[in-house]
């Protein structure tokens, strides 16, 4: 198999999503390898806590480089105490401007409870429109179900997961094992 013929890791969904008070991004745990599933419990949802300032991430992309992200992020943070917008802005400036970081391919969903952004590798911060936001190869199927639950009686909570529900019965590169975390405003 050449280089270029390598099929590439697919499979992840993440949600965010602000209702009531709180904050809740949901992930699932698939992660496949072309058409094969290689685990379906991997946890891409993660509370960082630098000083003491509870921040939840969800990663959608490769781990490796996710995983760079989150502890760039946390530095940022750190640098930057309580202002989440601040450190994602320069994150995503370095991101954009760092040649190494320029090869790293994944997208974060993040909040403090009060902000909920989505960081990409282009240099964008992107705050949802609608209280809403999902990336990952089940991302709109989330966001397309989330989106209309917005106006039920459901929480948060309760339009992750069902919104999750739905993605992974249409996205292949989804399951159903998900990793939930919730903060408040």
Not at 43 to 65: E, I, M, N, Q, W
Not at 75 to 91: H, I, N, W
């Amino acid at each position: 198999m050449a280089e270029n013929d390598f099929p590439g890791w697919h499979g992840t969904t993440i949600i965010g999503v602000r209702k009531g008070g709180r904050v809740v991004i949901a992930g699932d745990g698939q992660v496949s390898l072309g058409q094969t599933v290689i685990k379906g419990t991997a946890r891409k949802v993660r509370r960082l806590s630098p000083g003491g300032y509870d921040v939840v991430c969800g990663f959608a992309g490769s781990t490796a480089d996710a995983f760079t992200l989150l502890e760039r992020l946390e530095a940022k943070l750190e640098a930057t105490p309580g202002q989440l917008q601040r450190a994602s802005v320069e994150l995503a400036k370095d991101w954009r401007t760092d040649k190494y970081l320029q090869k790293l391919e994944a997208m974060l969903i993040v909040t403090d409870g009060s902000d909920l952004l989505v960081i990409t590798g282009a240099g964008d911060v992107l705050e949802p429109e609608h209280d809403v936001t999902a990336i990952g190869s089940g991302g709109n199927f989330a966001l397309a179900a989330a989106r209309a639950l917005m106006d039920s009686d459901r929480d948060a909570e309760q339009i992750a997961r069902r919104a999750m529900a739905i993605a992974s019965d249409i996205c292949v590169y989804t399951n159903g094992n998900l990793t939930v975390e919730s903060i408040s405003a």
